[in-house]
């Protein structure tokens, strides 16, 4: 078994009550919904990779962020290379749209397969990975907590 770790940051991207989505095309998470983002390259900074990955994965530009948690999940996969253990480590950022029309929801990137908005009291908890799950948790607790 190959034992990897990735260090991905991911965005939050919320409007009107809804929770924007990606799906996944390949890897741990496939056919799951899950939060725009990705891994860090080498020498990169934090905003650097989010603001690239939202981009690459929905069309949007951001032009702020705010952090909101980091989580972390274990998972086995199998792939190309073999079976997997991979320890996923998440930072979980509040990303702010500069333009909502430049969404494109049929995007294709990578292991992304589309994008849209979600409500985000309707979600099925079994159709998110885990860290939109833990995200969109974390939210519900934030807004229980407000009132």
């Known amino acids: 078994m190959i034992k990897k770790l990735h260090l991905g ?3 939050a991207i919320i409007k009107d009550d809804k929770i924007l ?6 890897g741990p998470y496939t056919e799951k919904l899950d939060l725009p983002g990705g891994k860090i390259e080498h020498g990169e900074n934090i905003n650097d990779c989010l603001t ?3 981009k690459e994965e929905t069309g949007l530009a951001v032009d702020n962020f705010a952090i909101i948690n980091n989580f972390t ?5 199998k792939n190309e290379e073999g079976n997997i253990f991979m320890h996923h480590v998440g930072l979980v950022y509040r990303a702010n749209i500069i333009n909502y029309e430049q ?7 990578e ?4 994008c849209q908005f979600y409500p985000i009291r309707d979600l099925d908890e ?5 860290f939109a799950k833990f995200t969109i ?3 519900k607790n934030e807004i229980k907590n407000a009132i």
């Open 126 to 130: 079994e159709e998110l990975s885990p």
């Open 9 to 11: 940051v991911y965005g």
């Open 73 to 77: 999940w274990n998972i086995n996969f």
């Open 137 to 139: 948790n974390h939210l």
């Open 103 to 109: 969404l494109d929801e049929q995007i294709k990137f």
């Open 111 to 114: 292991d992304t397969a589309g």
């Open 21 to 26: 989505l990606i799906k996944k095309a390949r």
């Open 52 to 54: 690239r990955e939202i």
